[in-house]
């Protein structure tokens, strides 16, 4: 329930902030770490950085406009794969900051960086969690991810988009041989189970 209520939150404070420009300005999210955001070790719940993340990508779809085009031609957003590495705790009534920022793409995905960041004592900047996730968005009529050519178009905008790095690289082989894993185990599953019950 406490999504919801940081979902409106967003969704209220977003018309007075800043407007970002399309795929260059990053979003920058202010939170604390409430009691229901804690698991056993009292420290923030792993999978609460995943919520709070979609939070910054819905912020980023918000102040760059684009989420007039979503809801005009009811596309979905959707994260195919992601990948993330936890550095430090949150304890109980810190603040801290998520930073989303896109920093590449392909014909239809959007590679999306998301960054956890805290102070420490003497003030320096702590990373406490940095994630990478490949989204795009999904059009449920046309059966189909939207190019993200046409994203750009919608938002004014048309940018060729920058190199990937080697962790953006080595993160999108990494989902690739996962696929293709997947891939595989299931095809071994379908032909372990033609064998055991062949058709007649």
């Known amino acids: 329930m406490n999504l919801w209520f940081r979902l409106i939150w967003l969704l209220l404070t977003s018309p007075f902030r800043p407007k970002l420009k399309p795929l260059a300005d990053p979003s920058l999210l202010d939170f604390r770490v409430w009691p229901h955001d804690l698991d056993t070790s009292l420290h923030m719940n792993n999978g609460r950085y995943w919520s709070l993340m979609d939070l910054g990508r819905t912020d980023l779809m918000l102040r ?8 005009r031609h009811r596309w979905v957003p959707v994260v195919n794969a992601g990948m993330i590495r936890f ?13 989303t920022v896109i920093l590449c ?23 406490a969690a940095h994630a990478l996730v490949r989204a795009a968005l999904y059009d449920r009529a046309g059966r189909a991810y939207v190019p993200v050519a046409r994203l750009m178009a919608e938002i004014g905008t048309a940018q060729a988009s920058p190199l990937p790095g080697p962790e953006v690289e080595a993160f999108l082989a990494s989902e690739d041989a996962m696929r293709e894993s997947a891939t595989l185990a299931s095809d071994r599953k379908v032909e372990s189970t033609f064998r055991i019950n062949p058709m007649r």
């Open 105 to 127: 793409w392909t014909e239809s995905w959007l590679v999306i960086q998301h960054r956890v960041l805290s102070r420490a004592s003497d003030g320096s900047e702590i990373v």
């Open 87 to 99: 550095r430090r705790e949150l304890r109980p009534f810190r603040p801290f900051r998520i930073e």
């Open 64 to 71: 760059t406009g684009l989420w007039r085009a979503v809801l």
